[in-house]
């Protein structure tokens, strides 16, 4: 897509630090416009899952939803 604009909103984060794993959903929207300037919107929602097993915070697991408008 030509022009994109992507938005991340209502992030909840669930952190058991016992554990050193942490969960997190957001809602996303993104918007744009296609090579012959039809808008496009994609709303979804982003799953994902964290370890701090290192002692730094990584991605295990990433996942989405997405829904094209």
Do not use: C, Q
Not at 5 to 27: F, L, Q, R
Not at 40 to 68: H, P
Request: hydrophobic share 30%; glycine share 8%; proline share 3%.
């Amino acid at each position: 897509m030509p022009e994109t604009h992507h938005y991340t909103m209502n992030t909840v984060i669930s952190i058991d630090s016992k554990s050193g794993e942490a969960t997190e959903v957001s809602d996303l929207d993104s918007t744009g416009t296609n090579r012959d300037g039809v808008p496009l919107v994609i709303a979804g929602t982003y799953y994902d899952k964290f370890s701090n097993k290192t002692g730094e915070w990584r991605f295990t697991k990433k996942g989405s939803l997405n829904f094209i408008i």
